[in-house]
């Protein structure tokens, strides 16, 4: 019996290979200062995988501030109490150190660029504005006399250069008239020039609004939108402009909003088939603008 005891059992073997258990990690110091570690792992197919890594370690030396080496030994707390000195990789992401080594002479650079801004301010501190058109101390846009005179030193309508001669010298006026020829005139508003039709010209063009093809519509609900009332009349013909009145303040329509037609008989299609339609829970009422006065 005690032969039988004193054998081991065959369940206590050491050298029993578990297929789930990994051999442990090892690192083996060479002779040439670097180090190899062994380690093992699963990869995606259940294998156990073999991976063998050649480190080197480099010193690198760094000269700082007495003070700040003195707080890099300090004991960590909190958290990391306990923990080895310096930063951990697994809560601290280290940024690259920048070093500020300011100029030798930044004082004098400094003094330079206030000396210039002195100089321009003194420069602009004796200037005065000066109206082109009536010669007042105020801005030439905002003179009450731009839309009557022309700036000084100009002809304006009526005025010597406009009633120049027969043949060149109607050319020539006209030029400078224009404002944009060769000649020495500075630049002329269009309501001033030869021929102009006086103050409030508009200039016209291939899409510009009529308003005897404009349309009123009321009774449109509060919670419209310009794109839903383009699309009911863009079927009648091409539409130039839609404009829906809204609060400021919440955002919502008033009521009422124009349409502009590019053709007067689009408008006219559109006012006979809308005019009663029924939109939001409202019936609309269509008609044509009144031309203001």
Not at 69 to 81: D, M, N, P, S, T
Not at 274 to 286: A, K, N, P, Q
């Amino acid at each position: 019996m005690s032969k039988l005891a004193n054998r081991p059992d065959w369940a206590d073997d050491e050298e029993f290979d578990d297929p789930t258990a990994l051999p442990p990690q090892t690192v083996t110091t060479n002779k040439d200062g670097t180090k190899t570690v062994v380690s093992y792992r699963f990869n995606d197919d259940g294998k156990r995988v073999k991976t063998t890594r050649r480190i080197r370690t480099t010193v690198v030396k760094e000269y700082v501030n007495p003070r700040v080496a003195e707080r890099k030994g300090w004991a960590k707390f909190g958290l990391e109490k306990g923990h080895a000195a310096g930063p951990s990789f697994d809560t601290t992401s280290v940024g690259e150190n920048i070093i500020f080594r300011p100029s030798v002479t930044w004082k004098k650079d400094g003094k330079e660029e206030v000396g210039k801004k002195d100089d321009s301010k003194e420069k602009l501190k004796n200037m005065k504005v000066k109206c082109r058109i009536c010669d007042g101390e105020h801005f030439t846009a905002r003179c009450p006399f731009k839309d009557t005179m022309a700036p000084m030193g100009e002809d304006g309508p009526g005025g010597a250069g406009a009633g120049a001669g027969a043949g060149d010298g109607d050319e020539e006026g006209a030029t400078k008239e224009g404002g944009l020829g060769g000649g020495g005139g500075g630049y002329v508003p269009p309501h001033l020039r030869k021929g102009a039709a006086g103050a409030g010209e508009r200039m016209g063009g291939k899409y510009e609004r009529d308003d005897l093809a404009t349309l009123r519509v009321t009774n449109v609900s509060e919670f419209a939108e310009e794109n839903d009332l383009r699309e009911i009349f863009e079927r009648f013909g091409r539409v130039t402009r839609v404009f829906l009145a809204k609060d400021r303040d919440t955002g919502r329509a008033k009521g009422f909003a124009f349409i502009s037609f590019q053709e007067r008989t689009d408008a006219t299609k559109a006012c006979e088939k809308i005019d009663g339609y029924g939109y939001g829970h409202l019936i609309l009422r269509v008609e044509f603008a009144k031309r203001a006065t």
